[in-house]
């Protein structure tokens, strides 16, 4: 990978310097997989809260996630489930009180 001058441009060997075209100093350009900072994978309160609630939007983001931030994802993912498990459990414990109520 050869460096470019900033100051003119010019495409100058890995090794100089100095640009052998304008004479000023060369910095080395970063290798992209220094400067490359890897998104915060851990899960998020505010999504979390959002999967338990709309626990489809947490499916989604599961989806949108888990090749970036699996760990995210998958916050999301089972906070969806206990989202889901919470409302069947109170959708019976309601029907189970009606049911008690009608007799
Ligand atoms: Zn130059």
Redesign the pocket.
């Known amino acids: 990978m050869a460096n470019k ?1 900033n ?2 441009g ?1 495409t100058v060997p890995d090794n100089a310097t100095v ?1 052998p ?2 004479g ?1 100093a060369v910095t080395p350009t970063q290798p992209s997989n220094v400067i490359y900072t890897v998104e915060e994978d851990e899960p998020s309160t505010g999504l979390n809260i959002l999967s338990f609630l709309v626990p489809v939007a947490g499916w989604i983001m599961y989806f949108v996630f888990r090749d970036e931030t699996p760990i995210k994802a998958k916050a999301c993912s089972k906070w969806a489930w206990i989202g889901v498990a919470v409302t069947i459990g109170l959708s019976i414990l309601m029907g189970a009180c009606t049911a008690l109520l009608d007799y």
Do not use: L, Q
């Open positions: 001058c100051t003119c010019a640009c075209y304008c000023n």
